[in-house]
Nanobody
Framework: QVQLVESGGRLVQPGGSLSVSCTAS????????MGWFRQGPGKEREFVAG???????YYADSVKGRFTIPRDNAKNTVYLQMNSLKPEDTAIYYC???????????????WGQGTQVTVSS
């Protein structure tokens, strides 16, 4: 059982950087794969980035090279570090936990409430 809470979303200018965080409560946090998803205006929820319990990371093509997903097991926290932000990155960002790494939303068992990231000048 895991409860997830996101924080850090805000307005940022195009080309800027932002880190959002997801803090978990519950047992065996380090044994879960963690993922970030987002849902932008007029779009379906999509996979953004993931990290397995072993530390292996993987990314959507749209963010690869710009975003990273650091994980700090000691703090029960996973981050999404976003660089070179574009207006099309505007979305509600959700973190989620799964038994194993996946790009598929319905394979994640626990979800946070989301944090709004807006990229605009």
């Amino acid at each position: 059982q895991v409860q997830l809470v996101e924080s850090g979303g805000r307005l940022v200018q195009p080309g800027g950087s932002l880190s959002v965080s997801c803090t978990a409560s519950g047992r065996s946090f380090s044994s879960y794969a963690m993922g970030w998803f987002r849902q932008g205006p007029g779009k379906e929820r999509e996979f953004v980035a993931g990290i397995g319990w072993s530390g292996i990371t993987y990314y959507a093509d749209s963010v690869k090279g710009r975003f990273t997903i650091p994980r700090d097991n000691a703090k029960n926290t996973v981050y999404l570090q976003m660089n070179s932000l574009k207006p099309e990155d505007t979305a509600i960002y959700y973190c989620a936990a799964a038994p194993s790494r996946s790009r598929i939303a319905n394979e994640y068992s626990f979800w946070g409430q989301g944090t709004q990231v807006t990229v605009s000048s």
